[in-house]
């Protein structure tokens, strides 16, 4: 069971940014695609974005478009979700994942957890 460690959440203004990590335990972190989900409260959880281990191919849900990234850096064992341009929709918990790699470019559905269990995640909350 691959276990994922999310950090980063808080709380931003809309129209600012925030840099959300996910870091592997007990594996490294690079042999894997890794998807970035959100939830908010009372919805189920849906993916954001993904990325292959390489780094070079990535998805994007439409809502996340030109105002998310999704960088690697291998090298610290880090997978990113950079966040900018906020809109204030309240509060959320993101969470990644290890995703299936085939279906990084799927557009529905995209970024398919191959995980059993999900972490704690990170909160993150929009508002003004």
């Known amino acids: 069971q691959l276990q994922l460690v999310e950090s980063g959440g808080g709380l931003v203004q809309p129209g600012g940014s925030l840099r959300l990590s996910c870091a592997g335990s007990?594996?490294?972190?690079?042999?894997?695609?890794i998807g970035w989900f959100l939830q908010a409260p009372g919805k189920e959880r849906e993916g954001v974005s993904c990325?292959?281990?390489?780094?070079?191919?990535?998805n994007y849900a439409d809502s996340v478009k030109g105002r998310f990234t999704i960088p690697r850096d291998n090298f610290k064992n880090r997978v990113y979700l950079q966040m900018k341009s906020m809109k204030a929709k309240g509060a959320a918990i993101y969470y990644c994942?290890?995703?299936?790699?085939?279906?990084?470019?799927?557009?529905?559905?995209?970024?398919?957890?191959?995980?059993?269990?999900w972490g704690q995640g990170t909160k993150v909350t929009d508002s003004s």
């Open positions: 994942a290890a995703v299936n790699p085939q279906r990084i470019t799927a557009v529905q559905p995209m970024c398919v957890p191959i995980i059993e269990d």
């Open positions: 007990g594996f490294t972190l690079d042999y894997y695609a």
């Open positions: 990325i292959n281990n390489h780094g070079g191919n990535t």
